[in-house]
């Protein structure tokens, strides 16, 4: 069993539509999660960063976390083609364990 | 801020050959900065962290010696494949993080090697 799980998609909606990503994760020393987003053949940007269980909103985008049941989310409101790209959870354990663990990405395509 | 280039941005080499990535921070210096490997549509994989001066950590399964990785400076970092292979073929990420306070990894655009 992989350390996080994630859908690969593809995952196609239309323009304006609420997008919803999802991971979830066997390893209950996680605290640190993250979204990325990244282009086709370009390094991924970080989106959301978020501490323990709890949501985080940066204008359309909102991240939750739900510790007990290892499962994050991230929505995306009145989704524009331009979110169209793949889509990536990352976590870690305690603050200063840098090392990342992604999923496998989600391929989302937003169609105007 | 914290944008992190690669270099170059693709290369091609024939089997055999080695191959040298730059990595740099351009207006931040990071303490630490980590090598991904990643495959067409699969996820990024650590292959290996390093921190400046210090030899670098890999990965289990992740060769040392067909892999050199130098982090020289706070602002540059070189991964080396060794006598490449077809196989070696992938999308090299690498990222960097400031340290100090921040634990936030900025990642490069990725080098895309192709091994013929």
């Known amino acids: 069993q992989k350390e996080v799980e994630q859908d690969p998609g593809p995952l196609s909606v239309p323009e304006g539509a609420i997008v919803s990503l999802n991971c979830t994760y066997s390893?209950?020393?996680?605290?640190?999660f993250m979204w990325y987003r990244q282009y086709s053949r370009k390094g991924p940007e970080l989106l959301m960063y978020?501490?323990?269980?709890g949501n985080k909103e940066d204008g359309r985008f909102t991240a939750q976390v739900d510790k007990s049941s290892k499962y994050i989310s991230l929505f995306i409101r009145d989704s524009q083609p331009s979110d169209s790209a793949t889509y990536l959870c990352?976590?870690?354990?305690?603050?200063?364990?840098?090392?990342?663990?992604f999923g496998q990405g989600t391929r989302l395509t937003i169609n105007p | 801020g914290a944008v992190v280039s690669q270099h170059p941005s693709w290369v091609i080499c024939k089997s055999g050959t080695s191959v040298k990535i730059e990595c740099r921070s351009l207006?931040?210096?990071?303490?630490?900065m980590f090598w991904y490997r990643q495959f067409p549509k699969q996820s990024l994989m650590l292959m290996a962290t390093?921190?400046?001066?210090?030899?670098?950590?890999?990965e289990q399964g992740v060769e040392k010696d067909k892999f050199l990785i130098n982090h020289a400076s706070l602002t540059l970092s070189t991964l080396t494949v060794t006598s490449a292979h077809p196989e070696d073929s992938s999308f090299y990420i690498c990222?960097?993080?400031?340290?100090?306070?921040?634990?936030?990894?900025?990642f490069g655009p990725g080098t895309r090697l192709t091994v013929l």
């Open positions: 990222s960097a993080s400031p340290g100090q306070g921040t634990d936030t990894q900025y």
């Open positions: 390893n209950s020393a996680f605290q640190y």
């Open positions: 978020t501490y323990s269980s």
């Open positions: 990352a976590m870690r354990g305690s603050w200063g364990a840098q090392k990342l663990v």
């Open positions: 207006d931040f210096q990071a303490t630490t």
């Open positions: 390093s921190n400046e001066g210090s030899k670098a950590t890999y």
